[in-house]
């Protein structure tokens, strides 16, 4: 039997079909393929991506007033001035990418409107820092990824 170009290409096309139904079949099938939702309660993750969107939003518009820098000293941390220290709450977040047992987490509790947060504490590189703080019923959230 000769077959011709025509008949190999619908040959072809046939058993690719065939192969991605067997795929797909398989993994609707096998329990131990999940192919759910990756979490049950996808719109309270929506509304908390749209708030920390806003918190983002917060941030921005402090402008220079929110700082983050490094100094000999470690990672120097200024509030907006016109801020009282004692109303803010939150946490910073130290992420290190290339090694999670260096993560930490501090919570806000301010006499002034600046944090140091010491080099001694710290190992050189890349740092990932997060400051998600509320004041006067209002969140922000600042990121910024500095290096030692």
Request: charged letters at 20%; a negative charge.
């Amino acid at each position: 039997m000769k077959i011709n170009w025509g008949t190999g290409i619908v040959i072809g096309m046939v058993l690719f079909m065939l192969f991605i139904l067997q795929y797909v079949l398989r993994v609707q099938l096998d329990p131990k393929l999940d192919n759910e939702l990756v979490t049950e309660s996808y719109y309270q993750k929506e509304q908390e991506i749209n708030y920390n969107r806003e918190k983002l939003e917060n941030a921005y518009e402090l402008g220079n007033e929110l700082q983050i820098t490094t100094s000999v000293q470690g990672i120097e941390i200024l509030f907006p001035l016109h801020f009282n220290p004692d109303e803010i709450k939150g946490t910073i977040s130290l992420y290190r990418p290339s090694n999670q047992k260096f993560d930490q987490t501090i919570h806000l509790d301010l006499q002034s409107n600046f944090l140091l947060i010491p080099r001694s504490k710290l190992v050189d590189g890349s740092w990932n820092i997060t400051i998600d703080f509320v004041y006067n019923n209002k969140g922000y959230l600042k990121t910024q990824t500095l290096n030692l």
